[in-house]
């Protein structure tokens, strides 16, 4: 394509060209939208834009029929028919939230801890988390304990940050790129441009993944290994660096606890904790004076292995020296692991020897002066050019959490954090744990009428955080931030309903959702869910979740179980913040910030939901949403983001700030604060001065920086944490020798999985089912162009993906018979669905996979009874269990990792047999009817859509 007939199509094909933030996935792309006649016409990249820099995938494109779907609600609608049953009457605003306040209303007089308030895709955190917690209920979290909490709460307690929204590749430098468990869903466009830098300058990039699509059919290599199993493969990288002697000394002593003593006395309440001095400062062994001395003692140098005496006679070890003696075993070299990852001992040793070679022998250097925290000036920035990126494929396992640590363990051993050409932090991170509010929820944190203490979410440094009454019974309905998940740093959406339909640990009088569709694909045990949402107490012959109140733009499966529905409007008909206190867009090199405004006004009776949420709450006269005299202190959701303020001169958006609209991160509320992003591009960007633009975790000017914008009020450096003293704490409450003891049918768990150095085992449901009778694995895919269930309506991305197929191994094929086409019994210990097959061989030989969320319920989503997505479109959802299979202990166990709470849902194993042939898969669900008008049977630009 020549120059001037790329420039030709970005030539306005509107009237107008209205710059916002796309939302078509989690990237929050800049896009220019067209408009002609109030309509919108036509939307591309917004070139000028940190995050897309113009490039816009399919997602983004279609978003103009994502504004006009069929799918949209159009007023709010009060349930008249059963559950399920689509039967809804149009009522007004005035009606419903007269209705929710007064739900909402009772609950907070009586008991505030019975509405549990759940979110989706929320991207508006910030607002939610403080409605909830001025309303006073505990139960509170939005979609992360679904998605990826492993990987935020593994990446925090390590290196003070993670990989997505906490950091990138330094796309521009490295040299050696390797990627763990991404779809191509994830993070797409600034992956896709990423990976074009890479490939112009011929550097290598490594996949690890069960399924070579996407971003893996374009690596250099791909690793298909087998699910669960990438701790494993981690490890047995780590053991080859360690023999190899591939291991940054000199980062490891200046920005990690490799130099701390660990006190060994077992049987004592300190056994594996850090020797401190009376400051409660960390101790090491200094090697030539030889004499236990705070760490960061000016001149002395560190230890990394031996024994040294305490003062108080007892001996402690070096974390350094607790590492090598525990991953130089034999059980971690390539040759003991192959069996089980499913990749063989030759390729593991040729990564970490990439891996070593590449970090050490071609080391880069950026020659900028820079200070660190110590004082110490350093004439360069020095970088291992070797970068990592990882996402859902490791998160979502019952061993998660200690598999993302072990790659944050890897990076730090090559000293390829923040450096050039390394894996890179975006502001507002890296923050120390401490750094992090504990969470809040306790019985004594609330009461009638009474806001919680503090928020719900955060980081327990110990046991003594957790959210337990006495007898060690969990505060939060989702049991999150108790023994179960003791570390739920995002919540356990997925809990949410089985626990309240069981009144485990107590019933609920109003479940709250926005954007979560709990009823089909947001939830394991899809099935189950809907039975549970419909199920009745014979006795009262009430639902035993009694009221539901949901709120979405379009007619999800979950909007037939709703018995109030407030309906969102698309994200171009409102605003929204996309903020520092929340899901940041900063890059490495600069602090970024983006709006979303009404491009075109709604034509049907919508609001949105942040501005419905900031009405509830003043008719609630909640503390931060009403004055003392009960009235609003927000007008709506564009009021709220420019004038409120989380403390004095922080408010959710960081630019244009002050009066004058010139200050930047801190300054006084400015009138014009929207006006002024929409006048650049609906975002703010303010670039990190160059002496601060790596190793931030030390780096004085970094943290200077970051106290001048807000992040701070005090510099908050970062020391690596290769050893993690809070998870040694719970391991001494599970050995009964630190208070609060753990409960004795939690101890085992906790032994097993609190090491604090990382650690692999067997995922949960795996180990506890028959590996003979269920021998192969099953995962889904997100494909490109869609999200989460948000596209599959769409007229556009429809015709890219109508319908799902399982792609099932050759060998397993030949094994049962099957060819493309045929129709086959999927099962599980759970469940059985009939799916259709075809054969692939870019996947490892073990595992059968599919794209998610294409699979719907005849009915919903304004599609046409018999779409090919309800007819032979399927889910694996319905073969997962939110439980694990019983153990014969009489409780119920979450099928979670049991760090975080994080949904098991990619631990799921199956058989797989040849069935008749058919005409649409199988389970199959009564239609939706109700909430949408027939289907067209062609959708064209331009069409009208009236409910």
């Known amino acids: 394509m020549s120059r001037l007939s790329a420039e030709a199509l970005s030539q306005p094909v509107g009237d107008t060209v209205r710059k916002t933030t796309c939302y078509m996935c989690a990237c929050r792309c800049g896009i220019n939208v067209h408009i002609r006649d109030g309509k919108v016409r036509y939307i591309e990249g917004n070139r000028d834009h940190p995050v897309n820099r113009g490039v816009l995938c399919a997602k983004g494109s279609a978003g103009i029929m994502q504004h006009y779907a069929p799918a949209r609600l159009s007023a709010p609608l009060l349930r008249t028919g059963p559950r399920g049953s689509g039967e809804f009457k149009t009522i007004s605003w005035d009606e419903a939230l007269a209705l929710a306040t007064e739900w909402l209303s009772e609950v907070r007089r009586d008991d505030p801890k019975k509405l549990a308030f759940f979110t989706g895709r929320d991207q508006s955190q910030s607002l939610t988390s403080f409605w909830s917690q001025q309303f006073g209920t505990p139960n509170y979290a939005a979609h992360g304990g679904f998605c990826s909490v492993n990987m935020a709460a593994a990446g925090i307690m390590t290196i003070g940050g993670a990989f997505w929204e906490f950091g990138a590749p330094d796309w521009d430098r490295t040299k050696l790129f390797v990627l763990f468990g991404v779809a191509e869903d994830h993070d797409s466009n600034p992956i896709k441009m990423g990976i074009s830098k890479l490939k112009k300058r011929g550097a290598r990039f490594v996949s690890v993944n ?11 290599n791909w690793i298909g290994i087998r699910p669960g199993t990438d701790g494993l493969l981690i490890l047995a990288v780590i053991h080859e660096l360690l023999k190899a002697r591939r291991i940054d000394i000199d980062y490891l002593v200046r920005y990690t606890n490799a130099a701390w003593l660990v006190i060994d006395a077992p049987g004592t309440s300190d056994h594996g904790l850090f020797a401190r001095d009376e400051s409660g400062k960390a101790q090491i062994f200094e090697s030539v004076t030889e004499r236990v001395v705070p760490e960061g003692t000016k001149g002395a140098r560190p230890a990394l292995s031996g024994r040294a005496e305490l003062a108080d006679g007892r001996s402690a070890v070096p974390v350094f020296q607790l590492l090598a003696d525990k991953y130089l075993d034999a059980q971690y070299s390539p040759d003991a692991v192959s069996a089980e990852t499913g990749v063989d001992a030759a390729t593991i040793k040729g990564l970490a020897a990439e891996i070593g070679r590449v970090a050490f022998d071609e080391t880069i250097e950026i020659f900028e002066r820079w200070t660190d925290m110590h004082g110490e000036e350093h004439s360069s ?20 959490f200690q598999t993302a640590r072990a790659l944050h363990l890897l990076q730090v051993l090559i000293g390829a954090i923040d450096c050039p050409g390394g894996f890179r932090f975006e502001p507002p991170y890296p923050k120390p744990l401490a750094a992090h509010p504990r969470p809040h929820g306790k019985a004594e944190h609330f009461g009638s009428n009474q806001p919680l203490a503090g928020p719900h979410l955060g980081f327990p440094l110990g046991p003594e955080d957790l959210l337990v009454d006495d007898e060690g019974n969990p505060a939060r309905l989702d049991k999150a931030f108790s023994w179960d998940a003791p570390i739920a740093a995002h919540g356990l959406m997925h809990m949410v309903i089985a626990n309240a339909h069981a009144g485990d640990p107590y019933p609920i009088d109003v479940l709250f959702m926005y954007m979560a569709n709990m009823a089909w694909n947001s939830a394991m045990n899809s099935a189950g869910t809907i039975r549970m949402l419909e199920d009745k107490d014979p006795e009262t ?10 709120s979405d733009a379009y007619a999800s499966e979950m909007v037939a179980y709703a018995d109030l529905v407030l309906p969102d409007t698309t994200y171009l008909e409102r605003h929204d913040c996309i903020s520092l206190l929340d899901r940041p867009i900063s890059e490495p090199d600069s602090v970024n910030d983006a709006i979303r405004w009404p491009v075109v006004e709604p034509d049907r009776d919508v609001r949105g939901f942040q501005s419905v949420l900031l009405d509830l709450g003043a008719r609630l006269r909640l503390p931060g949403f009403a004055d ?17 303020e989380r403390r004095p001169g922080i408010g959710p958006l960081a630019g244009f700030r002050g009066t004058d609209g010139k200050r930047t991160g801190r300054g006084a509320a400015n009138a014009d604060q929207l006006e002024r992003y929409i006048e650049n591009g609906s975002f703010f960007s303010v670039h ?17 920086f970051a106290v001048s914008m807000g992040f701070f009020d005090t510099p908050q450096p970062v020391t690596f944490q290769l050893y993690s003293e809070p998870l040694q704490k719970f391991r001494l409450s599970a050995e009964g020798l630190r208070e609060p003891v753990a409960p004795e049918q939690h101890r085992e768990r906790i032994r097993s999985a609190f090491t604090p150095l990382p650690e692999w085992y067997r995922p949960l449901e795996e180990a506890a089912v028959d590996r003979d009778e269920f021998p192969y694995h099953a995962i889904t895919q997100r494909p490109m162009a869609m999200y989460h269930s948000w596209g599959s309506m769409n007229a556009w991305l429809r015709q890219i993906h109508t319908r799902n197929r399982l792609q099932v191994p050759g060998a397993i094929c030949d094994a049962h018979g099957l060819e493309t086409g045929d129709w086959a019994w999927v099962i599980s210990h759970h469940g059985r669905i009939k799916v259709e097959v075809e054969r692939t061989e870019a996947v490892n030989p073990l595992t059968m996979w599919t794209w998610n969320a294409i699979g719907k319920r005849k009915g919903s989503w304004g599609l046409d009874k018999d779409a090919p997505e309800a007819e032979r479109g399927f889910l694996l959802n319905h073969l997962i269990h939110e439980l694990l299979p019983p153990k014969g202990d009489g409780r119920r166990w979450s099928n979670s990792d049991p760090v975080t709470g994080q949904a098991a849902w990619y631990d799921l194993r199956v058989r797989i047999e040849k069935a008749e042939p058919g005409a649409h898969s199988e389970p199959q669900f009564g239609p939706v009817g109700g909430q949408n008008q027939a289907a067209p049977a062609e959708l064209r630009y331009g069409q009208e859509w009236s409910r």
Request: a positive charge.
């Open 210 to 220: 069960p399924v070579r699509t996407g971003y893996s059919a374009i690596a250099d």
């Open 381 to 400: 920035f020095v970088g291992r050019p070797v970068s990592f990126h990882a996402m859902r494929g490791i998160s979502a396992h019952s061993n998660g």
């Open 541 to 550: 012959g009430e639902y035993r979740v009694p009221k539901i109140i949901y």
């Open 628 to 644: 003392s005299r009960g009235q609003p202190l927000y007008r709506d959701y564009a009021d709220y983001i420019v004038n409120h």
């Open 688 to 704: 990190i001065p160059p002496q601060a633009q790596f190793f931030k975790h030390a780096n004085r000017a970094y943290q200077d």
